[in-house]
């Protein structure tokens, strides 16, 4: 009877036994497997921030190449439409010095180089350039709609007169056949200079 009390004590102590060594081995191998899987999810984590940064980054930078190309653009197109209108108030200067082909306007009030319609209106005053006079070879440029320029007496007894210009980017398109208005849409650049004549001593 003692044999048989002991038996079932001893598988006890041996099936504890081995199941605390199972328990802890198993408890010991999922720690480890655990902490790896941490690692890892950290690891993803990580990468997942750092890609959404050089994503950011790399949008930003494209963003900024577009406007920095814009930006490029626009000084390109302001510079020749400046050339252009440079280019008319030199051929009118040169106009009223030699008795040239462009019309004197007599002194009006408002000036008619300060009323917009004179400039756009169906019955424009302005002086429109032959294409030639830009020497758009050089420039390397073509220009759809020519510069302008007015010229007008400041006061009636003195030999002053206004030169006002303006000159056109290339992008701005050539006055349609007909039509109404004379608005251009794109870049646009108004130049003005005074020539005055000296009195003959009588």
């Avoid at 038996?7 to 902490?35: C, D, I, T, Y």
Wanted: net charge neutral; with cysteine.
């Amino acid at each position: 009877m003692s044999q048989l009390r002991q038996f079932p004590r001893q598988m006890r102590a041996a099936v504890w036994n081995e199941s605390g060594r199972e328990f802890g081995n198993n408890l010991r191998f999922h720690s480890g497997k655990q902490q790896q899987q941490q690692q890892q999810g950290v690891a993803l984590i990580v990468s997942i921030i750092l890609l959404l940064l050089v994503s950011l980054f790399t949008a930003a930078a494209i963003r900024n190449a577009g406007s920095n190309e814009q930006v490029m653009g626009g000084v390109r197109t302001a510079e020749l439409a400046t050339q252009a209108a440079e280019a008319a108030l030199r051929y009118c200067e040169d106009s009223v010095r030699k008795f040239g082909p462009v019309p004197i306007l007599a002194v009006r009030s408002p000036p008619a180089w300060g009323v917009i319609d004179n400039w756009d209106g169906s019955q424009s005053l302005a002086y429109t350039l032959p294409a030639a006079t830009l020497n758009q070879a050089q420039l390397g440029v073509t220009y759809q709609r020519l510069p302008e320029c007015m010229v007008e007496r400041l006061l009636p007894s003195e030999e002053i007169f206004v030169i006002t210009a303006r000159g056109f980017g290339p992008e701005v398109k050539a006055l349609a056949a007909g039509a109404g208005t004379r608005r251009p849409l794109g870049a646009e650049i108004w130049l003005q200079s005074h020539i005055e004549f000296e009195k003959a001593n009588q």
